[in-house]
């Protein structure tokens, strides 16, 4: 071979190099994910709602971190654990100053958000202000204000994302239970329950659309999990038997979470022909979850629907004594504590799972059983034709 057709030769090796890694469809390999942007509510805020509204106290963090970390559980989330699966160090999220380093990566979840603009404040028993369209916000500032910082080099540089990351990171999001739970559906015609989970949808689908033209290309989306075997949905409301399924679950409220569900599938379906350059894995965290509920003693949990750190009621929950909240008895002050072994537990607080459960669900979902299409989360940056 002469010194030309060499030259051809790496020309084109270098340009097939340059499609793969532009083309998700043609990376056949693990993906290389230098950083993860995550959006989301209390299943994945590793500090937002912390560090700026409501901080966490302790027992939370207390079976991984061993103190208050931020986090709605007694450990690590779904994200920490898809994180340290792929090389990362845990998120660290963008409304915490304390500590902060970006450079792999920034969490916009935030406890109590929905997708769509709430209309209470948290303070009223209504939801976050950091909605989806505000994390949307959050991160296109924090993308255009990182690289100002990091091109002036010095210790910035060391602090926040290269440029490439973010079109070669993992995009992922969380988030609808509190969509579903912060109205009423279940008192609404079929038709209005339609018109809301549409609406809600179309602001999910406008985010993401936002997010696409930032240069996200790698988006993998949990669906929303069986709301209806939590011990915040299921102690304040009468259900009949009839209501109660097998597990002990309410079937309004995990029909309502389907209907959801199913929808959120067709709109990433949407979103595949709408954004053909994008790969999207859609996970039913739903059905993982649910099997963690309805099987629990085989596969080493007890007690599902009780909760492990509340106080009171059939459930252990109460919603006037949370979680590390003080409490008065006959004038005796106590903090509401944690069960004796969380690790054999599924609900934390009410709301929220313990670490065992988080790692259980997913240890389903890492290797793309639970996922559409089928493919492992170390390949998530790759699309597959439907």
């Known amino acids: 071979m002469d010194n030309h ?3 051809h030769v790496i020309s084109i090796s270098i340009l097939l190099s340059a499609i793969i890694i532009s083309n998700p469809t043609l990376a056949s390999n693990g993906c290389d994910f230098p950083a993860i942007f995550n959006f989301g509510d209390s299943n994945s805020d590793t500090g937002g709602l912390s560090a700026s509204i409501m901080e966490t106290l302790s ?23 898809i994180a340290q699966s792929i090389g990362l160090p845990f998120l660290h999220a963008y409304l915490d100053s304390l500590r902060a380093n970006f450079s792999n990566g920034a969490n916009f979840a935030t406890a109590a958000s929905t997708i769509r603009l709430p209309n209470t404040t948290i303070f009223q028993g209504g939801v976050s202000p950091f909605s989806l369209d505000v994390q949307w916000w959050q991160f296109t500032q924090f993308k255009s204000r990182s690289q100002l910082d990091y091109n002036q080099e010095g210790v910035f540089k ?24 912060a109205v009423n559906f279940l008192n609404m015609t079929k038709e209005e329950v339609a018109t809301g989970i549409t609406a809600i949808l179309s602001d999910f689908t406008a985010v993401v659309k936002n997010v696409y033209g930032e240069g996200a290309r790698s988006f993998w989306i949990h669906n929303t999990g069986p709301i209806g075997c939590l011990a915040y949905v299921l102690d304040p409301t009468p259900f009949t038997d009839a209501q109660i399924d097998d597990a002990g679950c309410a ?31 859609y996970v039913d965290v739903y059905s993982v ?6 099987k629990a003693e085989k596969l080493g949990f007890k007690h599902p629907l009780i909760v492990c750190c509340g ?3 059939k459930y252990n929950y109460s919603s006037s004594s949370r979680c590390g909240s003080t409490v008065v008895v006959n004038g005796t002050a106590s903090i509401v504590g944690a069960c004796n072994d969380p690790s054999v537990r599924i609900n934390w607080d009410g709301v929220h799972y313990t670490e065992a459960a988080n790692k259980w669900v997913f240890d389903q979902i890492v290797d793309g059983a639970f996922s559409d299409p089928p493919i492992p989360l170390k390949m998530a940056c790759r699309k597959v034709a439907h």
């Not at 060391?158 to 739970?181: C, H, M, W």
């Not at 979850?289 to 309805?294: G, H």
């Open 5 to 7: 057709q060499t030259k």
């Open 311 to 313: 106080r009171g009621g």
């Open 158 to 181: 060391e602090l926040v994302p290269k440029k490439d990351y973010f079109s070669r990171a993992l995009y992922t999001f969380d988030i609808g239970q509190n969509d579903l739970t």
């Open 251 to 281: 079937i309004p409220w995990n029909e309502l979470a389907q209907h959801f569900n199913k929808k959120l599938n067709e709109t990433i379906v949407q979103l595949r022909m709408d954004l053909p350059l994008a790969a999207f894995t």
């Open 289 to 294: 979850k649910y099997t963690l509920f309805s």
């Open 59 to 81: 027992p939370f963090g207390m079976t991984f971190f061993k103190r208050p970390a931020g986090r709605f559980s007694d450990g690590r989330l779904i994200i920490d654990f």
